[in-house]
């Protein structure tokens, strides 16, 4: 991806995963994965904006019942995955989101871009500032 379809798409993740977790199941099959260059920074604040509402509206409304039910991935008939929809959320949604997160961050210091705190302080700040 370009740096641009990898911003977008990481601005993307958490609404997308909400959105196929309302289903009980979801065919991949069936999903356009292609990832669009932005045309803007404005269009991935705005992606990202929506997808942070849509995750959390879905979080708002899972109750207890609808997290611990089964959620299913397939290819076409051939199942793929099953697991508690809680499991779907922590694994794809937020460990899919920091891969993608890394990929930026390595993207960004091959540009010389300083990176900011992701967890503490990046090598790019001063801790004595």
């Known amino acids: 991806m370009t740096l ?18 309302q289903n009980d199941e979801f065919d991949a099959s069936q999903a ?6 932005p045309k803007g920074l404005g269009e991935i604040f705005a992606a990202h904006d929506e997808s942070i509402r849509a995750a959390e509206d879905c979080l708002k409304a899972m109750t207890q019942e ?3 039910g089964m959620w299913t991935l397939k290819m076409g008939t051939k199942e793929v995955l099953s697991i508690p929809r809680a499991a779907l959320l922590r694994s794809i949604m937020l ?5 993608h997160r ?10 010389d871009v300083p990176l900011p705190s992701i967890y503490g302080p990046s090598a790019d700040e001063n801790p004595f500032a």
Do not use: C, D, M
């Open 95 to 99: 460990n899919h989101w920091y891969h």
């Open 102 to 111: 890394g990929q930026l961050s390595v993207y960004l210091r091959l540009l």
């Open 66 to 68: 609808k997290a611990t």
């Open 32 to 37: 356009q994965f292609g990832t669009a260059e």
């Open 4 to 21: 641009g379809q990898l911003a977008l798409h990481t601005a993307s993740v958490p609404g997308g995963v909400a959105k196929i977790s």
